[in-house]
């Protein structure tokens, strides 16, 4: 890695590799360390904090590949617009940049971005995202994120799969969070992502 600041680490049992700074980083200086350091996932908070997100395993790389490959496939059949992998970071009003396991943004809102945008985390608030829990990630500090996150910041719909509980919680602005029960069901993402589905068997690894 490579940083012009003195950095202190530490492994928290929740959220990856936590990188404390003796002031937060910057949205600037945020963009610039991830550009020197291409290989590594991270996130940063509204308050500056930053993440490093260590390599998945073997069942969640399974898991973020299948939900990621079903949202791209109907994006390539309805052409209505873009699927984004668990590497692309978003700019979201709060002032963080956050990354989800599989998101969606429309073709309207796409386009609004510059060129300059789409070269770096654009400010741009995906229409709806999903998240996948690992054994490693406590359920708690996922669902604060649906809510705090992605809902406040505008996202229109969310889904939360715990494999482990064979649980998908749905967020949206609507309504209270809904648990559905069972993997043995096809879920859909109406009325934000029209003819979406997706079957929960597809995660019975």
Excluded at 55 to 81: A, D, H, K, Q
Excluded at 110 to 118: K, P
Excluded at 169 to 179: A, C, D, F, G, K
């Amino acid at each position: 890695m490579t940083l012009t600041r003195d950095i202190t680490l530490s492994l928290p049992e929740e959220e990856g590799l936590q990188i404390s700074l003796t002031d937060p980083m910057s949205v600037t200086d945020f963009e610039q360390f991830c550009a020197a350091n291409p290989d590594i996932r991270a996130e940063r908070s509204a308050d500056g904090k930053v993440w490093i997100m260590a390599p998945v395993n073997l069942e969640s790389g399974y898991y973020e590949g299948e939900v990621f490959g079903e949202l791209r496939n109907y994006c390539l059949r309805t052409r209505n617009g873009k699927a984004f992998s668990p590497s692309t970071g978003f700019q979201l009003p709060d002032g963080s940049t956050r990354a989800a396991d599989a998101s969606w943004v429309s073709n309207e809102r796409l386009s609004q971005l510059t060129q300059a945008q789409r070269q770096t985390f654009p400010p741009i608030v995906p229409a709806f995202v999903i998240e996948i829990r690992s054994k490693t990630d406590a359920r708690s500090a996922l669902e604060q994120k649906m809510q705090e996150t992605w809902i406040a910041n505008g996202v229109q719909l969310a889904w939360l799969i715990d494999p482990q509980a064979q649980q998908v919680v749905v967020y949206s602005p609507e309504r209270t969070p809904l648990i559905i029960d069972g993997f043995d069901q096809t879920i859909d993402a109406s009325p934000i992502l029209p003819d979406f589905e997706f079957d929960l068997r597809l995660l019975i690894f």
